[in-house]
């Protein structure tokens, strides 16, 4: 039984555009699920919906569906295009037709002519450069282009030969035939339209004529494409049957809250002091940016607003400011904790940037004590870098910390100038 965590696990970007309604159900029954208070309810109600789009995704992409244990990282560019679903409608044209000549040229392999080895190398690589690392409108010129070197060659092969070799070699034609057909087929089926080579014009009959082989090849191609659209088709149907269900979910999820809105005892209207504090608080929210931090801006404006709605109650009769005045310094003391924490992780980042250099510190403490060695620099460093760890949490332990271990002058030397001036704001901190 699958759960909505396990749709939320599913790699989208492996799901075939041809399959983007059933990507686009599972992120809508995502969506409802993170929008739905009560979660529980919704994944019982849509229990049999979550397990039918779990079970179509593992039937038509079973690579989005992350082993046990796994993460999402993706995988290698270098990893086998074999073994890999890529997005995008062209891009997977490319990739059926590029797997096609990967298999005539692993056959080619075994026989003992080599004048095509290159032949097939220059266009594998090329073919596989643009599914790495082109978007999916960008591929049928870019194939278009690939191509024209892969034609060129394919022409030439019978005078080549016939210069170097003084004859033409028939394995090397079959071979340049086959992959000609399928590069024709990748060119139509990508409508960029079939390009004829010149030995297709010029050759015998005998030698163009579709082997047993080449109408095996294309036929296999033919056969894959059919499948894969009646497989588009059925999940399709079954996509339009789980989305009524899913409705069917929703009005039962939506009446349960009806109920539950209609028990529950309505809530307490807010008091007009309530609404007077926030409205007045929401304009300091305007404060501008820049110096919205400055300690004494966020000083006047609790005096302004807590003048002001002073004034609003006392002008309309109303009496008992102090708990409406107390709810403000609250609010008030919140946004300078908030503040203080801010310049304080600042502060520690900095802090750990400007650790002094050990060299230094050898250095300069080499004036007090001669005999300091490199592992006393080195425990000083760490004495800092455990003082700012301190800091992050709590100020006043780590110059209590700091006081306890260091002296004055080293103080003065080894700690950034923004600290100090901390520290000695601080009467209880001040060095020995």
Request: include cysteine.
């Amino acid at each position: 039984m699958a759960k909505i965590e396990d749709l939320k696990k599913i790699e989208f970007d492996k799901i075939p555009d041809t399959y983007n309604n059933l990507t686009m159900g599972v992120k809508q029954l995502i969506e409802d699920y993170d929008n739905e208070s009560d979660k529980a309810l919704f994944e019982k109600e849509a229990q049999e919906n979550i397990d039918a789009y779990f079970d179509m995704v593992k039937s038509v992409a079973p690579d989005a569906i992350p082993s046990p244990g796994s993460t999402k990282a993706k995988k290698d560019k270098k990893s086998s295009n074999k073994d890999t679903k890529i997005q995008g409608k062209n891009r997977n044209i490319l990739l059926d037709y590029h797997n096609a000549l990967l298999d005539i040229a692993g056959n080619y392999q075994g026989e003992e002519s080599n004048d095509l080895e290159g032949f097939f190398e220059n266009v594998l690589g090329a073919l596989n450069d643009i599914i790495e690392d082109s978007k999916d409108n960008e591929i049928p010129s870019l194939v278009q282009k690939a191509v024209k070197p892969f034609y060129a060659h394919a022409e030439m092969l019978e005078d080549n030969q016939k210069i170097r070799l003084g004859t033409v070699d028939e394995t090397d034609v079959k071979y340049r035939n086959k992959a000609v057909k399928v590069v024709d087929k990748l060119l139509e089926d990508l409508k960029i339209g079939s390009h004829q080579t010149k030995s297709s014009k010029k050759t015998p009959a005998k030698e163009v004529s579709k082997s047993k082989d080449d109408k095996d090849e294309l036929a296999r191609i033919e056969k894959e494409k059919t499948d894969k659209n009646e497989k588009s088709r059925r999940v399709l149907k079954k996509m339009e049957e789980y989305e009524q269900n899913i409705a069917a979910c929703r009005a039962v999820i939506r009446e349960h809250y009806k109920k539950k809105r209609e028990s529950e005892p309505e809530k307490p209207k807010p008091t007009r002091r309530t609404l007077l504090k926030k409205k007045v608080l929401s304009i300091i929210k305007l404060t501008p940016e820049a110096i919205s931090s400055d300690p004494g801006i966020i000083a006047e404006n609790r005096k302004i607003v807590k003048a002001t709605i002073k004034a609003f109650m006392k002008n309309w009769g109303m009496t008992n400011t102090q708990q409406v005045e107390s709810a403000i310094d609250k609010e008030f003391d919140q946004i300078e904790d908030k503040i203080e924490e801010k310049e304080q992780r600042d502060n520690a980042h900095r802090w750990s940037r400007d650790l002094p250099d050990t060299d230094k510190i050898i250095a300069y403490e080499k004036k007090h004590n001669k005999h300091l060695l490199k592992e006393a620099a080195h425990q000083i460093v760490d004495n800092i870098t455990e003082a700012i760890k301190l800091y992050k949490a709590d100020k006043e332990k780590a110059f209590g910390y700091l006081q306890s271990n260091f002296d004055n002058h080293q103080l003065e030397e080894y700690l950034p100038r923004y600290i100090l001036e901390e520290m000695k704001e601080k009467p209880e901190s001040k060095a020995r």
